[in-house]
């Protein structure tokens, strides 16, 4: 995504990095991911982990053309306990946000992330969807996420699915040394 | 805030709707709310809430000239054990976001709002400088907001306090309607 977004030089996660800040609550009360995994033959979803509140969505999706993912080794994710294995394919993060205007939480989508060879046939549009259905269904008012103004494509796409692209606000971003120098403001 | 921004048609906030939503968690883990607090008198700190990780932060400013509040009846928050009462003068309404560049959390800033006769005279930086202190504190790697871009008076105090405007950047927003529309999407 950083390569993409040509902003690698402001990427710095590291493996360690994301697991010690991430998947440490229940679903939706804060960092949230949505993994897409893909197999050929079905799945055999176990029940969803108690109390968690969320079950996975399982969806057949027939494809014209036979896919081919050459880093399919790279990006398993175990057995669907058919023969076929199963390998992550996208994923989408998004954590709550808060409208003082609506006085209702929404959700803000971090990053929406299709595999190269997974594109074009819908699985964006499924997670963002995914991400929509869950706050409707928790009586949120809104699911906000930014774009480059440069990805056109990208911006179709969010128009297409019902989004507006706002175009008067603009992003104000405190970071690195800027922010270290307010560690003892207070 | 919604009159400043020219915004009214957009805002249908009520107390309850605000009440239902807010205040339901420990500081920081979701949204937040730093109020400022004002009175012509010391504050005598009860001890912070047990558990809330949390002490009020205690300030002295002089001012040159004396601050009249035509609206001080209305925005009175009880009493700080002296003479003298307790007025609220403005607020910051924040909650936690992620960079996945960063591996790290952040604080996103939803409002910074300052009511009109106690502007000009440093109240709204103490408040971004709190929430900035608290996310250094915490090792988050961000602190993030928008602004309008017709706000030059607001974009040149915000470049003051360190943060950078990102000129790319859209944000794209799935409300109403076109949210509802994903009720049974999945």
């Excluded at 990427?11 to 800040?21: D, H, K, V, W």
């Excluded at 050929?40 to 969320?54: D, E, R, V, Y």
């Excluded at 027939?62 to 669907?80: H, Q």
């Excluded at 003082?100 to 299709?114: H, I, R, S």
Aim: net charge negative; hydrophobic share 45%.
């Amino acid at each position: 995504m950083a390569v993409f977004e040509k902003l690698t030089h402001i990427c710095s996660a590291t493996e360690s990095g994301l697991s010690s800040t991430l998947f440490n609550s229940p679903p939706f009360q804060s960092f949230t991911v949505f993994l897409l995994e893909i197999s050929h033959s079905p799945f055999f979803n176990p029940p969803p982990p108690s109390g968690s509140g969320f079950a996975p969505i399982d969806r057949i999706v027939s494809l014209e053309l036979p896919l081919v993912d050459p880093e399919a080794e790279s990006f398993k994710s175990g057995s669907n306990g058919a023969e076929n294995e199963v390998v992550v394919a996208g994923f989408v993060l998004f954590f709550p946000n808060y409208s003082t205007f609506l006085a209702k939480p929404g959700f803000y989508v971090e990053d929406l992330f299709v595999r190269e060879c997974y594109r074009r046939k819908g699985f964006g549009r499924m997670l963002l969807s995914a991400v929509a259905a869950q706050a409707v269904k928790l009586g949120y008012g809104r699911v906000e996420w930014v774009v480059l103004d440069w990805n056109v494509n990208a911006i179709k796409f969010y128009e297409k699915m019902g989004a507006k692209v706002l175009p008067e606000w603009r992003i104000c971003r405190l970071t690195g040394d800027q922010l270290e120098a307010y560690r003892d403001a207070m």
